[in-house]
């Protein structure tokens, strides 16, 4: 029982790495085991590619040839490919080149409207709410409150969006946004909204 409890991690007490002591903190970040273990596999990689590169340079041909040996020089030690004369287009290869990317232009133009109109289309009718022919029938007292009825004071709001059925706005909203005097300037007769009228 007693191996059992020295055995057990349960109990045991947890151990930290330490900082950097501040004393020495001008000598930079104190290295950890993982950053080591880190440190020590890329160093260990980058050995086993020069031993592999070494091997290869051991058992390489000496007759061996490719085209890149002919097509690239050497200039300070490092292989460069030897600049080739440029390629010189005809004028029938220029004009089709220039037809491709018209027709790339056309086509992504006509994609990207097509893509505009099925988004377009999936929008809430809000332009057509104004372009429907229903009646608002507001029922008054008698004759005389008909004839003394005023629709954009009945709604309380602006004699030029009497006939708006979506975001009607009202005179106090109005007289906080500013808008109420340049709205004054374009009415010129109140808009007949109102197509009916019942007496009781």
């Known amino acids: 029982m007693s191996s059992f409890k020295n055995a057990r991690k349960s109990g045991q007490k947890m151990h930290k790495e330490r900082s950097q002591p501040s004393a020495r903190e001008k000598l930079g970040f104190l290295e950890k085991k993982k950053d080591y273990k880190r440190r020590a596999t890329e160093d260990q ?28 020089k050497k200039v300070d030690g490092v292989h460069q490919p030897r600049e080739s004369a440029e390629k010189v287009h005809t004028e029938d290869q220029v004009k089709l080149m220039l037809s491709r990317d018209l027709k790339y232009i056309r086509m992504k133009r006509m994609t990207e409207s ?32 008909v004839e003394k009825f005023d629709a954009a004071e009945h709604f309380h709001t602006h004699p030029l969006l009497v006939n708006r059925r979506h ?3 009202k005179t ?29």
Not at 116 to 144: G, S
């Open 114 to 145: 097509n893509k505009i109109k099925r988004l377009t289309a999936e929008l809430h009718l809000l332009d057509t709410a104004d372009e429907i022919k229903n009646n608002h029938t507001i029922f008054v007292d008698t004759e005389a409150d």
């Open 45 to 72: 990689r980058r050995k086993a590619v020069i031993k592999s590169l070494k091997v290869k340079a051991l058992n390489r041909n000496p007759d061996e040839f490719y085209f890149n040996m002919v097509r690239n």
């Open 167 to 169: 975001n009607r706005i």
């Open 172 to 200: 106090d909203q109005l007289q906080q946004m500013d808008i109420g005097t340049s709205l004054d300037e374009q009415t010129s007769e109140t808009p007949q909204y109102i197509t009916g009228f019942c007496s009781r």
